[in-house]
């Protein structure tokens, strides 16, 4: 079964058509890099398969119609938007955040330090979340979300406002689970040295499914200029390059 089957997909807003006839589909181990310019559905497209955007059209998120997806099903699906929307002025530390985040069973103090230990950010649990910056406050959303051991990861440019060091830690981690895990990830991206190195598959959308292929198809230069609109340089990275 796809971790992901959404065929002839498209999502209407505000009267503006924002995806038209989108397909796509994502299985357990892989890496698919979701490219594209700014404005061209790539968000929208995560927001239809959460069940958060109606849409025409078919999808199917873990065998069913997201609308249908019960609270166990979610629970498999990690998720870290571009940006966590909330009050940053509440009093709430860390630990408490990640409690409301994750429910009971990661109450103990122990159970939470493991969840920031795999992004390097147990030295947080502690703090109140308005003393965070936007990088750390991304590294505790992000430990949330792999937190659950997803069979599904959904990534919208997840190390946003990270450090170089934090975010190639973050990628090998993800690439780790990947590998051993079997778990599926689909992660947009603007940075094409990421998607060279980590994806298995990349899919280019403009409001339209524009290509899809092996990076070292897709991520020529005629292509992406074409797709961006502008000269675009990659640096690319070999998968069996030593890490």
């Known amino acids: 079964m796809a971790l992901i089957d959404a065929a002839d997909v498209s999502v209407v807003l505000g009267g503006q058509t924002v995806l038209e006839g989108v ?22 497209l995560l927001r239809v398969l959460l069940g958060l955007l109606p849409y025409r059209g078919r999808v199917y998120v873990l065998g069913k119609p997201p609308e249908q997806l019960t609270r166990a099903d979610r629970q498999q699906i990690g998720y870290v938007p571009q940006a966590l929307q909330f009050d940053r002025t ?24 493991g969840v920031l230990d795999a992004v390097d950010a147990a030295h947080l649990l502690d703090k109140p979340i308005r003393t965070l910056s936007g990088g750390e406050l991304q590294r505790v959303v992000i430990a949330a979300a792999l937190a659950q051991q997803p069979k599904l990861l959904l990534l919208d440019e997840p190390a946003t406002g990270i450090d170089v060091g934090v975010r190639v830690q973050f990628y090998e981690l993800i690439e780790r689970l990947r590998a051993e895990q079997g778990m599926g990830v ?18 280019c959308i403009h409001h339209r499914l524009i290509c899809t292929g092996a990076p070292d198809e897709v991520l020529q230069m005629p292509l992406l200029e074409t797709l961006y609109g502008h000269p675009v340089g990659v640096f690319t990275h070999r998968h069996d390059e030593a890490r």
């Open 23 to 44: 397909s796509l589909e994502a299985h357990a181990g892989e890496t698919i890099a979701l490219i594209g310019p700014n404005g061209a559905g790539k968000t929208t």
């Open 90 to 113: 509440m009093p709430l530390l860390t630990r408490e955040l990640l409690w409301a985040m994750l429910g009971e069973r990661f109450h103990k103090r122990a159970a939470l330090q």
């Open 186 to 203: 689909l992660i947009v991206s603007h940075d094409l040295s990421v998607v060279s190195r980590y994806a298995t598959r990349v899919v």
